[in-house]
T-cell receptor, first 114, second 114 residues
Framework: KNQVEQSPQSLIILEGKNCTLQCNYTVSPFSNLRWYKQDTGRGPVSLTIMTFSENTKSNGRYTATLDADTKQSSLHITASQLSDSASYICVVRPDQTGANNLFFGTGTRLTVIP | DSGVTQTPKHLITATGQRVTLRCSPRSGDLSVYWYQQSLDQGLQFLIQYYNGEERAKGNILERFSAQQFPDLHSELNLSSLELGDSALYFC?????????????FGEGSWLTVV
C-alpha cells in the first residue's frame, strides 16, 4: 500500500534554532517528492521538488534531502524564524502513466516561538 | 499569489443543502485537482480533471461531483450536506502530463455546515 508518513506530528522550537522534519514513504515506483509549506488556513506552497536522482536541494533556509534507497526524505530548516510556523507536508508522486496521483503525508506542524 | 483563484472564500450553509465551489486555474494549466482538508487532517484527494475530462478519482463521496469547463475553470458540487462535510476545500492546478510538474494551490474555500 502506498503511504507517506511524517514525523514528528508537531514540533515547537525557539526562534533562531534549526530543526529537521522527516518523511518516510512506501510509494513505489517513485517519481518525485515534494515538500510544501502550509500556513494555517492558507493553501500549501511548494518549497522543493526532488526526483529520484537528486540527493539534496536547497531553497533559502530550507534544505531537503532524499534517500531513494531507504525511501526517506528530510526537510532541514536553519535559523528558524517566526514566519516558519506552519505545517510542512511531504508529497510523493508515483511513477505512473495517466493519472497524476499524489500521496500526501499528514504534515508536521511547526511552531517557532520567540 | 499562486494564480489559482477559488470562490467563495467562506461559506456557511445548513445540512441538506447544496453548494458549488468554483476554481479558476493558473493560466496555461490544464489540470485541476480538488482536495478536502478537515480540521487537523491531512489533504484528502477528491478528484482530478485534465483538459475537461476526469483523470483520477480519490475519496470523493457520491454526494459530491465536479466538472471542468471548456475554459478550464472547474466547479465542485456538494449536495445533501452533512455536518462532517465542514472543511477547507482546496483547488490546485498544474500543467498536467507526467513527471516533475509542480501543482499550485488556491487559498481554499472554507465550508461550514450547521
Amino acid at each position: 500500500k502506498n503511504q507517506v508518513e511524517q514525523s514528528p506530528q508537531s514540533l515547537i522550537i525557539l526562534e533562531g534554532k534549526n530543526c529537521t522534519l522527516q518523511c518516510n514513504y512506501t510509494v513505489s515506483p517513485f517519481s518525485n517528492l515534494r515538500w510544501y509549506k502550509q500556513d494555517t488556513g492558507r493553501g500549501p506552497v511548494s518549497l522543493t521538488i526532488m526526483t529520484f536522482s537528486e540527493n539534496t536541494k536547497s531553497n533559502g533556509r530550507y534544505t531537503a534531502t532524499l534517500d531513494a534507497d531507504t525511501k526517506q526524505s528530510s526537510l532541514h530548516i536553519t535559523a528558524s524564524q517566526l514566519s516558519d510556523s506552519a505545517s510542512y507536508i511531504c508529497v510523493v508522486r508515483p511513477d505512473q502513466t495517466g493519472a497524476n496521483n499524489l500521496f500526501f503525508g499528514t504534515g508536521t506542524r511547526l511552531t517557532v516561538i520567540p | 499569489d499562486s494564480g489559482v483563484t477559488q470562490t467563495p472564500k467562506h461559506l456557511i450553509t445548513a445540512t441538506g443543502q447544496r453548494v458549488t465551489l468554483r476554481c479558476s486555474p493558473r493560466s496555461g494549466d490544464l489540470s485541476v485537482y480538488w482536495y478536502q482538508q478537515s480540521l487537523d487532517q491531512g489533504l484528502q484527494f477528491l478528484i482530478q480533471y485534465y483538459n475537461g475530462e476526469e483523470r483520477a478519482k480519490g475519496n470523493i463521496l457520491e454526494r459530491f461531483s465536479a466538472q471542468q469547463f471548456p475554459d478550464l475553470h472547474s466547479e465542485l458540487n456538494l449536495s445533501s450536506l452533512e455536518l462532517g462535510d465542514s472543511a477547507l476545500y482546496f483547488c490546485a492546478s498544474g500543467r498536467g502530463g507526467r513527471t516533475g510538474n509542480t501543482i499550485y494551490f488556491g487559498e481554499g474555500s472554507w465550508l461550514t455546515v450547521v
